[in-house]
């Protein structure tokens, strides 16, 4: 496909773990960038983050103008990535945070679309399907151009789990994590595949069992180590930004809307339009199951938190 020559403008409201691993990423990728934003209630840090990144420019395959800003620099943004709110603490799910992100999100998205912004809103705050419904409503966006980073950081671990116990590349391995961004997300193992063979051919239904739990626990378990997630995170923030302004028509698991009033993590098209299209995956009974089962969790979330 050919490359865009379009250059834009991208917004990181929120300068903590998260957004700045993402910033990195961004800089020492190429990319169709030529002005990034940070934005903070901490404006010196905002500012700090920013003179720190442009120190690393003279070595970076990009060149991009960046500085901190405020709401009024969203108006001609291209994509806003909201990466602000409250962290996960040990032994907290990435549900318990609803209802302080909620507060937070209000004047947040408010205030982004106060400046007249239309761009793409890409979420990555926990619990990112419920954040993602909360910009979704609070915008008054389209819900193509509200997109949440979903399961797409879970589908990474899994690829990577299986290219590691089966000695293949990351990148023939074909299999998704759908559902909740959370303990109800599930494997779709019946549609999994290394290179063009199913990965029922290749693993044992205990080995499957062992890998999924894994890739689920997998945050918890970088939590207690380290305090918090954000090299993985930022990365794919990275991929889907790259989707977007390459206009690639990439297929990626990430949070998007559902006709039942909820954000979900399915693969889907992804390009300039924002989420161009759900690709309809033909998941066994079992799976149909848990994706119902992880729609119902989050909508009881959303309900009980008067969304």
Same mark, same amino acid.
């Given at each position: 496909?050919?490359?865009?020559?379009?250059?834009?403008?991208?917004?990181?409201?929120?300068?903590? *773990?998260?957004?700045?691993?993402?910033?990195?990423? $961004?800089?020492?990728?190429?990319?169709?960038? !030529?002005?990034?934003?940070?934005?903070?209630?901490?404006?010196?840090?905002?500012?700090?983050?920013?003179?720190?990144?442009?120190?690393?420019?003279?070595?970076?395959?990009?060149?991009?103008?960046?500085?901190?800003?405020?709401?009024?620099?969203?108006? !001609?943004?291209?994509?806003?990535?909201? /990466?602000?709110?409250?962290?996960?603490?040990?032994?907290?799910?990435?549900?318990?945070?609803? &209802?302080?992100?909620?507060?937070?999100?209000?004047?947040?998205?408010?205030?982004?679309?106060?400046?007249?912004?239309?761009?793409?809103?890409?979420?990555?705050?926990?619990? +990112?399907?419920?954040?993602?419904?909360?910009?979704?409503?609070? @915008? #008054? %966006?389209?819900?193509?151009?509200?997109?949440?980073?979903?399961?797409?950081?879970?589908?990474?671990? %899994?690829?990577?789990? %299986? @290219?590691?116990?089966?000695?293949?590349?990351? =990148?023939?391995?074909?299999?998704?994590?759908?559902?909740?961004?959370?303990?109800?997300?599930?494997?779709?193992? /019946?549609? @999994?595949?290394?290179?063009?063979?199913?990965?029922?051919?290749?693993? +044992?239904?205990?080995? =499957?069992?062992?890998?999924?739990? &894994?890739?689920?626990?997998?945050?918890?378990?970088?939590?207690?180590?380290?305090? *918090?997630?954000?090299?993985?995170?930022?990365t794919c923030l990275l991929t889907i930004t790259?989707?977007? %302004?390459?206009?690639? *028509?990439?297929?990626?698991? +990430?949070?998007?809307?559902?006709?039942?009033?909820?954000?979900? /993590?399915?693969?889907?098209?992804?390009?300039?339009? #924002?989420?161009?299209?759900? $690709?309809?995956? *033909?998941?066994?009974?079992?799976?149909?199951?848990?994706?119902?089962?992880?729609?119902?969790?989050?909508?009881? +979330?959303?309900?009980?938190?008067?969304?």
């Amino acid at each position: 496909m050919e490359r865009q020559d379009k250059m834009s403008k991208i917004v990181i409201i929120g300068c903590g *773990n998260v957004g700045m691993s993402y910033a990195y990423a $961004l800089i020492n990728q190429k990319c169709n960038v !030529d002005e990034l934003i940070l934005i903070d209630k901490n404006i010196q840090k905002a500012e700090g983050e920013a003179m720190d990144l442009n120190h690393s420019l003279p070595y970076s395959p990009n060149t991009i103008n960046i500085r901190a800003g405020n709401y009024n620099d969203c108006s !001609d943004a291209d994509i806003v990535v909201l /990466s602000a709110g409250a962290n996960q603490e040990i032994g907290e799910t990435r549900l318990d945070l609803i &209802h302080k992100n909620d507060i937070i999100f209000r004047s947040i998205v408010t205030s982004v679309m106060g400046s007249g912004f239309n761009g793409i809103f890409l979420v990555a705050t926990n619990p +990112v399907d419920a954040m993602s419904y909360i910009t979704y409503k609070y @915008s #008054g %966006l389209n819900s193509n151009k509200v997109i949440g980073t979903g399961t797409s950081l879970d589908t990474a671990r %899994l690829r990577y789990m %299986l @290219s590691k116990r089966l000695n293949i590349s990351p =990148k023939n391995v074909h299999a998704y994590v759908m559902g909740e961004h959370g303990d109800s997300e599930f494997v779709a193992w /019946s549609t @999994s595949l290394i290179g063009t063979i199913n990965i029922n051919d290749k693993l +044992v239904n205990e080995e =499957k069992k062992e890998i999924e739990i &894994h890739v689920r626990d997998s945050a918890y378990d970088i939590i207690e180590k380290k305090g *918090n997630t954000s090299y993985g995170i930022g990365t794919c923030l990275l991929t889907i930004t790259n989707a977007i %302004l390459n206009d690639e *028509n990439a297929i990626i698991t +990430v949070s998007c809307y559902d006709e039942n009033e909820l954000y979900i /993590s399915i693969p889907c098209v992804i390009n300039r339009e #924002g989420i161009k299209e759900k $690709l309809d995956i *033909n998941l066994n009974n079992e799976e149909k199951k848990l994706l119902e089962n992880s729609k119902k969790i989050i909508k009881e +979330v959303i309900e009980k938190s008067n969304i």
